[in-house]
């Protein structure tokens, strides 16, 4: 089953605009990353933040973490046409079995020129 | 080192025929993750293994599916008595295993039952 669930499912911005996107997960974690999709490829690995953290920054990207709200964040500034991707947050929480890497949806993003 | 490998990258099968994907994790990789995705979705996890350990299979899978990494390495998904709801990208990744390390992807396997 999915955990995470990203907002908004579709986001349309022109270049240079900042594209926020949100993800919000159910049970305990012992951290939350983003990947990127490009159409018909594979997810590419973009941002790692652990749980007891509660923000990280990678070039544009700006991540944020809150555990109490069980949501995190995904910032992208100034972005370009070759942002346009879906995006996916992915939960690594913790079974008996080990730890298991679930993702949600994805945001589906357009930067237009 | 080129990364997670797949193959196929495409399968077009017949109803009822079985399929057998492969994938090549990274070179030392202990974990390896087998995902399903259609389209306009997320990743769906299948399953995924610890060395040679199947450690973990989503409930939703059915008993036509199966999967082994028999030498810890490179590891096989297959699907017998295929149906049309299978038609979906197969995505495999691997990780270090060790907790806080991100996964890393191939490029899938795209089925078509038709």
């Known amino acids: 089953s999915q955990q995470g669930e990203e907002d908004p499912q579709a986001l349309s911005i022109q270049e240079g605009e900042n594209a926020t996107m949100n993800c919000s997960y159910k049970?305990?974690?012992?951290?939350l990353q983003w990947y990127r999709q490009n159409s018909g490829r594979g997810l590419v690995h973009l941002i790692l933040i652990r749980s007891n953290e509660r923000e990280k920054h990678s070039g544009r990207l700006r991540v944020t973490l809150d555990t109490s709200k069980k949501s995190s964040s995904l910032l992208i500034t100034a972005s370009r046409a070759a942002d346009t991707a879906s995006y996916f947050c992915a939960t690594d929480e913790y079974s008996n079995s080990g730890y298991a890497l679930n993702f949600g949806k994805g945001t589906s993003l357009l930067v237009t020129p | 080192d080129t990364g997670v490998s797949q193959d196929p990258r495409h399968k077009i099968t017949k109803r009822g025929q079985n399929v057998t994907f492969r994938c090549d994790p990274i070179?030392?990789?202990?974990?390896l993750y087998w995902y399903r995705q259609t389209l306009g979705q997320g990743p769906e996890f299948l399953t995924y293994?610890?060395?040679?350990?199947?450690?973990?299979k989503s409930r939703l899978l059915s008993d036509r599916f199966s999967a082994e990494r028999p030498k810890g390495s490179f590891s096989t998904l297959e699907i017998q008595r295929t149906e049309q709801g299978d038609s979906a990208m197969y995505l495999c990744?691997?990780?270090?295993?060790?907790?806080?390390?991100?996964?890393?992807f191939g490029q899938g396997t795209r089925l078509t039952v038709v």
């Open positions: 990744a691997s990780s270090p295993g060790a907790a806080n390390t991100e996964a890393f």
């Open positions: 070179s030392e990789h202990n974990r």
């Open positions: 049970t305990s974690i012992n951290n």
């Open positions: 293994f610890q060395n040679e350990a199947q450690l973990e």
